[in-house]
């Protein structure tokens, strides 16, 4: 089948092949790993949500449109946090949809050990895991 003939695939078949290709993790082994420093978790909800529902402590805050930048350990732009291909990156989202899509983009940049947290930060905090305040969370970004 020539390209031009081929399927374009939908969003719900995007996910099912690229969390195929993901170790994605539950909340409590995040929190683990995170605690144990075998994981670096990244949030990349974007502004309103995190000053609306708070952060997860210790997380790295890096909007979704940084992402790739930010962690590419052979970036100019990256964060110090990125500090090699075989760190364990675990990726937040909201509900745990585009960070299994930002998992991926970040296994084309090398980081085969990238993945994310199945339900997001809503499945964090359902766990009842470690989360700042909203109020708390808008002081600390205000001043970073």
């Known amino acids: 089948m020539s390209e031009a003939s081929e399927r ?6 995007l996910l099912e092949r690229v969390r195929h290709g993901l170790d994605r993790i539950g909340a409590r082994e995040a929190h683990d790993a995170a605690r144990a420093g075998e994981a670096l978790l990244v949030d990349i909800r974007y502004a309103a949500l995190r000053e609306r529902d708070g952060l997860i402590p210790g997380a790295l805050v890096v909007e ?4 790739e930048w930010r962690l590419d350990p052979q970036g100019s732009h990256r964060a110090p946090e990125a500090t090699g291909h075989d760190l364990r ?5 909201n509900e745990g ?3 299994s899509l930002a ?6 940049l090398g980081l085969h050990r990238a993945t994310d947290l199945v ?10 895991l ?5 109020a708390e969370a808008a002081g600390r970004e205000a001043s970073a």
């Open 119 to 128: 339900g997001g930060f809503q499945a964090w905090r359902a766990q009842g």
């Open 103 to 108: 998992a991926a983009s970040l296994h084309g």
């Open 64 to 67: 979704r449109n940084e992402l």
């Open 97 to 99: 949809y585009a960070s």
């Open 89 to 93: 990156v675990v990726v937040i989202c």
């Open 8 to 13: 374009p695939l939908g969003i719900d078949e």
């Open 130 to 134: 470690p989360v700042t305040a909203p």
